[in-house]
Nanobody, 116 residues
């Protein structure tokens, strides 16, 4: 059974911070690339950040300099540190695991709301 469980979402004021966590089970975590997607109501799904099994990171231009993705292979967990949050960051955030040639796995999503 493959499971990706996100946590850490919630309501935060503009300028605030949140850290999302995604705990993986049922996969050999260290050989999977991990990523965070988000989708706001009525908007297209967006890849926010990704990290390869080797630790190479990539970010959407909209979050570059504000968000940081990291992974802890000993804990089978990927994180998304979100700083300087803006109302336009409001979305459901999804954790993904990808292995080339083997398809993707998705978490259930966690809601992030940035509002005064």
């Amino acid at each position: 059974q493959v499971q990706l469980v996100e946590s850490g979402g919630g309501l935060v004021q503009p300028g605030g911070s949140l850290r999302l966590s995604c705990a993986a089970s049922g996969i050999i975590f260290s050989i999977y690339a991990m990523g965070w997607y988000r989708q706001a109501p009525g908007k297209q799904r967006e890849l926010v950040a990704s990290i390869t099994k080797g630790g190479t990171t990539n970010y959407a231009d909209s979050v570059k300099g504000r968000f940081t993705i990291s992974r802890d292979n000993a804990k089978n967990t990927v994180y998304l540190q979100m700083n300087s949050l803006k109302p336009e960051d409001t979305a459901v955030y999804y954790c993904t695991a990808r292995r080339t040639g083997w398809g993707d796995y998705w978490g259930q999503g966690t809601q992030v709301t940035v509002s005064s």
